[in-house]
């Protein structure tokens, strides 16, 4: 990895250890509103200009293995189809036949070299364009031409698939910024998905996205496990650009050079940084990315309304030989799931304490600044004019973003 990089980490890493109050530029973080986790307005406008407009991850490219893979989510809130064509590039559409707007597909993913509507079979190409239309004589002047499904954004970076609704995104490469190449460092091309796992949480979205951006909670919510491993008072942050972020926290001596993984399974692109420390990637809006050897996971938190949300975790793992999963890696999910129900344990208790007539704003210490940084992105991707009154964050962070 960038040599500069990785000494500036382990430079802060020391500093954060060393400090007894707060670091010099540290400033008081102004109260994050708590109405905006509760407030329907605001998650109507979250629907439209957060999950309507930003890059969601939804796979790995191998997920689509051959010409006419096609894979279905509805989990930005619109039904949108990913399918590979035939010249092998991955495209998106909305899954809506350009006749009455019935579903092209009803499965979840499959292979088909036509995706042919379930109402009266229209049927389209692997790229979108419509190819035929049953008892066409009834139609006067169908412009079959201009009938392909409607196209969605979907681009690829080191093999990881993202769709945008919003024809006006930035490219991929260019929001991403400076994770792209760090989080290079995993070599997604050679990954191959382990499983998914799926929690159903009772709480706004943005509350467990928040817990993912701190390490604050691991000793008194993580005791007996992520406590042992890590030691949270190393943790050093980045405020990156687009409300993405960068995580450090250190592991304690015993384990920093142990072996997590079999030689078999590890991954050898992983670099000595990445194995010593926990570092995860906040990718602005819904996605959280621990990196490691062997098995990792893309946190997704998808909200499935004002107050549940789906966390969707998506494992990968170095490709391995033969059909069958290497058992380690699913042990490893395993063992994740049990912090992950740790979290989750707390996420709708919070949400019915902030319910409440006893609710009162969020106070923020700044070793959990990622938290600010991110609810600041999403006033900005909202607009903040058009905020609901009283439930904006403030802009007192904007000036600690930094470029790498
Ligand atoms: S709605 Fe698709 S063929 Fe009629
Ligand atoms: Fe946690």
Redesign the pocket.
């Known amino acids: 990895m960038d040599s500069t990089l990785e000494r500036t980490i382990r430079d802060r890493i020391d500093e954060e250890k060393a400090r007894t109050a707060p670091p010099a530029e540290a400033i008081e973080i102004p109260l994050i509103p708590v109405g905006r986790y509760t407030d329907a307005a605001f998650y109507e406008l979250e629907k439209q200009r957060i999950f309507g407009r930003s890059w969601l991850f939804v796979g790995h490219e191998s997920e689509w293995p051959q010409a006419g893979s096609y894979r279905l989510t509805t989990r930005s809130g619109a039904p949108i189809v990913v399918v590979r064509g035939e010249d092998g590039e991955l495209r998106g559409f909305y899954n809506a036949?350009r006749?009455?707007?019935?579903p092209v597909t009803r499965d979840e993913c499959g292979t088909a070299r036509r995706l042919t509507?379930q109402?009266?079979?229209?049927s389209y190409g692997t790229d979108g364009t419509l190819k035929s239309v049953p008892d066409s004589r009834s139609f006067t002047d169908l412009d079959q031409g201009s009938l392909g499904l409607v196209p969605v954004r979907c681009e690829t970076w080191d093999g990881w698939v993202f769709i945008s609704e919003d024809a006006q995104a930035v490219p991929l490469l260019e929001f991403l910024g400076p994770i792209a190449d760090q989080m290079a460092e995993i070599d997604g091309p050679a990954m191959r998905a382990v499983g998914t796992q799926v929690h159903r949480l009772e709480c706004n979205w943005k509350l467990m996205v928040d817990a993912f951006l701190e390490v604050y909670h691991v000793r008194t919510v993580h005791p007996d496990n992520a406590a042992f491993l890590y030691n949270d008072q190393s943790a050093t942050v980045t405020m990156l650009p687009h409300g993405n972020s960068r995580l450090t926290v250190e592991k304690h001596d015993a384990f920093r050079d142990f072996a997590m993984v079999s030689e078999e399974n590890d991954n050898p692109a992983v670099p000595l940084l990445w194995r010593q420390t926990s570092t995860s990637f906040g990718i602005f809006p819904n996605l959280v990315v621990p990196m490691d050897t062997g098995a990792f996971t893309f946190l997704c938190m998808w909200p499935t309304s004002g107050t549940t949300t789906d966390l969707e975790l998506r494992w990968y793992a170095p490709a391995w030989a033969g059909d069958e999963v290497p058992q380690e890696h699913l042990d490893r999910m395993v063992l994740f799931d049990t912090v992950m129900a740790q979290d989750q344990a707390n996420m709708a208790p919070i949400q019915a304490s902030i319910s409440s007539p006893g609710a009162r704003p969020f106070h923020i210490g700044w070793h959990e600044r990622l938290i600010h940084h991110f609810e600041r992105a999403v006033d900005l991707a909202i607009g903040p004019d058009l905020l609901p009154v009283g439930t904006a964050v403030s802009d007192a962070l904007d000036g600690y973003v930094e470029l790498a």
Do not use: L
Not at 99 to 102: D, K
């Open positions: 036949c006749h009455r707007g019935a509507c109402y009266h079979s229209w």
